[in-house]
């Protein structure tokens, strides 16, 4: 069965920072392409960041030299680590893994930007 779980979501001021994670379980983790995509009310999922099993990395422009995308192929575990947040990050975070083209998603976590 697999699984991906985020954590790590919640409420900071605008210039805080937060480390999203996404565990895995059931998947060659190492093999799968892992993404995080986001999604504000009213809007369409968006991808934020994407690592492949190579280790090659691309971001959303918006978030380029803020938030950093990372795996762990030993714990299966994904990472997101954003910085200097501003109101327009938040959305619901998920995280998505991509194995040509069978993917899963997780259940999201809310990150809530707000003074």
């Known amino acids: 069965q697999v699984q991906l779980v985020e954590a790590g979501g919640g409420s900071v001021q605008p210039g805080g920072s937060l480390t999203l994670s996404c565990a895995t379980s059931?998947?060659?983790?190492?093999?799968?392409?892992m993404d995080w995509y986001r999604q504000a009310p009213g809007g369409q999922r968006e991808l934020v960041a994407q690592?492949?099993?190579?280790?090659?990395?691309k971001y959303l422009d918006s978030v380029k030299g803020r938030f950093t995308i990372s795996r762990d192929n030993n714990k299966k575990i994904l990472y997101l680590q954003m910085n200097d947040l501003k109101p327009e990050d938040s959305a619901v975070y998920y995280c998505?893994?991509?194995?040509?083209?069978?993917?899963?998603w997780g259940q999201g976590t809310q990150v809530t930007v707000s003074s």
């Open positions: 059931g998947i060659t983790f190492r093999f799968y392409t």
């Open positions: 690592i492949t099993g190579g280790k090659n990395i």
């Open positions: 998505k893994a991509d194995l040509e083209g069978t993917f899963y």
